[in-house]
């Protein structure tokens, strides 16, 4: 098994035509996602990477059975697009857009709360479920089908991860980017309570980052109801206070959102919390007892 | 973005909140201007982006317009430090001269985002004058929060439940109540990521004014407000960060002296977090992004060596959708054209790392390679001894 994405997830991308979409969408294919169409208005009846194309999301829906999106459309426009999937009746719907405005956010997580979709992002490489599906934006060939599931607030640090992970011998079951944004659709605890409940993931990777106290949440969740090992990494332990460290939602405020408060959490609740990310596979393996 | 108090008054003025009459003065003579525009008896407060002036000595009061203008003699062009300007302090270009008022009490008020609940949440508490952040660690209950509906915006009952709450007197919640509604309006409309008004104050003849103001924009969402992005203020920023500004790169200078190049926030951080643990010091963090080109690269390691603290480079990329081979014909494209002659490692993995090594091996310069984090950390240190 895998959370959230598997071999059945059938796929819509909004922002087909643009280069971004057009782009990742072939990846996402050549990778074997089942892409059913893609959403660009004005652009409805035509073809695209040997796909229909249509002007809404319900449309496409309605035609093609789709269950999920991924989107690639402007930070402008990204909001209104998670709220069109959502209405539309998507299940899963991927936002991949960086550089939404955070007001944006809030109307379309007001949104939300009133559909029956869940969210992941914005601002992330999307999910992948080694060997079945990938939506998103993360290379491919560094992935192998397994039991581990990795969350992680960073793209290319979560790539790190993995990698370590695969050449450790040590698949994955589903990694999911959840965003470096203030505001996301899926935070870490949502992400480590479906592990807990997947009988394939036999352990999950936690990363984290300054900002925020999603981390701290999410360790006393594990604290209370997570019998995998889980091992961790929080990025920022050296960012000075007041800056905002690339991410929108990547900023240690006044004395909340330090990485050392975090990493204490974690270790509270008997998470594994690596020192350098150079550690991360090599612990996982030792939880494993491998 | 920051934009400065004399700024942020203004706008809030705009949307209905009550502020102190003031002007902003760039010299002595406009500041002796104002001082007597206002009657002579004028506090005089340094613009900067930083917090903690008046124990800098950054806010005077002036009984004159004369006094007025020997304050704004010493202030203008003094290094003013504060808690939160780091050492090195800022320069002081701009004053705001302000009427003075009679204060009865000082309360707070603050805009924030709430990640949790996913809403902004206006704060209200009558421990007014001094840090927030004390008071939510000392006494986290004088802090009130009302939660926000979008698109319904801030309501009557929760701006009476805020002003009953801080204990104002029946005559002063109407006032306090339309400042509020104000304040929420001009936060929502200009797409700010904080605003604060701390103190808030209750004047002896019962009315509410924003004696201070503070107030950060969403730079995310800049793009649909023209007219705050010329509030931006480049002498409040470090001129190496403003130049990568200018390429797109998200660079942030640090007091260490090893560069870092990264692609990815989060890697990045991490960087500079494995550099410390290796025993050596960050000098920057440098995100370039997920499909930086040859010209970027070029432009990173410009920035980059610009900083004369700058003892050695580590360059770290997990290649994705930026590939391997691009990044290192860039780099050495960059370091030849650059005559760069500091020390650099270099560490890749991902898309195309095979010959990305290859361009690396055969360019004949004195590139360092790591086989991961913790060796490329190991070797950067070690180089910048």
Not at chain 1, 42 to 48: A, V
Not at chain 2, 76 to 105: A, Y
Not at chain 2, 188 to 207: C, H, Q, V, Y
Request: proline share 4%.
């Amino acid at each position: 098994m895998s959370i959230l994405a598997n071999e059945k997830t059938r796929l819509l991308v909004q922002g087909f035509t643009g280069r971004e979409g057009t782009f990742h969408a072939g990846q996402c294919m050549a990778y074997g996602t089942d892409i059913a169409g893609g959403v660009t208005p004005g652009k409805g009846g035509t073809t695209h990477l040997e796909r229909p194309v249509f002007d809404t999301v319900s449309q496409a829906v309605r035609e093609t059975g789709a269950n999920a999106s991924v989107i690639f459309v402007p930070p402008a426009y990204a909001a209104e697009a998670i709220m069109e999937a959502a209405d539309a009746g998507i299940a899963l719907i991927v936002c991949i857009t960086e550089g939404i405005p955070a007001l944006d956010m809030v109307k379309a997580w007001a949104f939300l709360a009133q559909h029956n979709a869940r969210l992941i992002g914005p601002n992330c490489p999307g999910i992948i479920s080694p060997g079945k599906t990938k939506i998103g934006i993360m290379p491919a060939h560094i992935h192998k089908p397994g039991n581990v599931g990795v969350v992680s607030r960073s793209g290319t640090l979560t790539y790190e991860a993995v990698g370590q992970l695969t050449n450790l011998g040590l698949g994955q079951s589903t990694c999911i980017g959840i965003g470096g944004d203030p505001i996301i659709g899926t935070n870490h605890t949502d992400a480590v309570r479906l592990f807990q409940e997947d009988p394939e993931t036999h352990a999950i990777v936690m990363i984290g980052e300054i900002g925020g106290d999603a981390e701290e949440k999410a360790a006393a969740y594990i604290k209370d109801h997570v019998s995998k090992p889980v091992v961790g990494f929080i990025a920022g332990q050296t960012a000075p206070p007041g800056r905002r460290m690339g991410h929108a939602g990547a900023i240690i405020s006044g004395s909340s959102g330090k990485a050392s408060d975090k990493m204490e959490a974690m270790r509270q609740a008997g998470i594994t919390v690596c020192a350098t990310p150079a550690e991360i596979g090599e612990k996982v393996k030792q939880r494993l007892g491998l | 973005m920051k934009i400065h108090e004399y700024q942020a008054k203004a706008i809030l003025a705009h949307y209905g909140v009550p502020v102190p009459k003031g002007k902003v003065a760039f010299s002595v003579e406009e500041a002796e201007a104002a001082a007597k525009e206002l009657g002579g008896s004028v506090v005089v407060k340094a613009q900067i982006h930083a917090g903690g002036r008046g124990k800098g000595g950054g806010v005077k009061l002036a009984r004159t317009a004369d006094e007025a203008a020997g304050i704004a003699r010493k202030m203008l062009g003094m290094t003013l430090v504060t808690p939160q300007t780091g050492p090195q302090g800022r320069v002081v270009k701009r004053l705001l001269v302000e009427e003075t008022l009679p204060i009865d009490r000082e309360l707070y008020l603050g805009v924030v985002l709430d990640r949790a609940l996913g809403r902004c949440v206006l704060m209200a508490s009558s421990e007014g004058g001094m840090d927030i952040e004390e008071v939510a660690a000392h006494s986290p209950e004088k802090i009130l929060k009302e939660a926000i509906v979008p698109g319904l915006g801030l309501t009557g009952f929760q701006a009476r439940k805020l002003a009953f709450g801080m204990g104002l007197p029946a005559a002063a919640v109407n006032g306090a109540v339309a400042a509020m509604t104000a304040l929420m309006s001009a936060y929502e409309a200009m797409d700010a990521s904080l605003a604060e008004i701390n103190p808030f104050i209750l004047t002896k003849d019962g009315r509410t004014v924003a004696l201070d103001a503070k107030i950060n924009l969403d730079d995310n969402a800049l793009f649909r407000h023209k007219d705050l992005i010329e509030l931006r203020d480049l002498n409040e920023e470090d001129p190496l960060e403003v130049e990568a500004s200018m390429f797109n790169l998200n660079y942030i200078k640090l007091d260490g002296n090893i560069a870092c190049m990264v692609n990815g926030a989060g890697l990045a951080m991490a960087t500079m977090d494995i550099i410390k643990y290796a025993g050596g010091s960050p000098a920057n963090f440098l995100d370039v992004g997920g499909g930086a080109n040859a010209e970027q690269i070029r432009n990173a390691f410009r920035i980059l060596l610009a900083d004369l603290h700058v003892k050695a480079v580590l360059i770290n990329i997990f290649g994705g959708i930026l590939r391997c081979d691009t990044l290192a014909a860039g780099v050495v494209a960059a370091a030849r054209e650059l005559n760069v002659q500091t020390p650099v490692v270099i560490r890749m993995e991902g898309t195309n790392v095979d010959q990305g090594r290859q361009i690396l091996a055969e360019s004949g310069l004195n590139f360092t390679v790591a086989a991961g984090m913790k060796d490329a950390a190991e070797k950067v240190v070690r180089l910048a001894q």
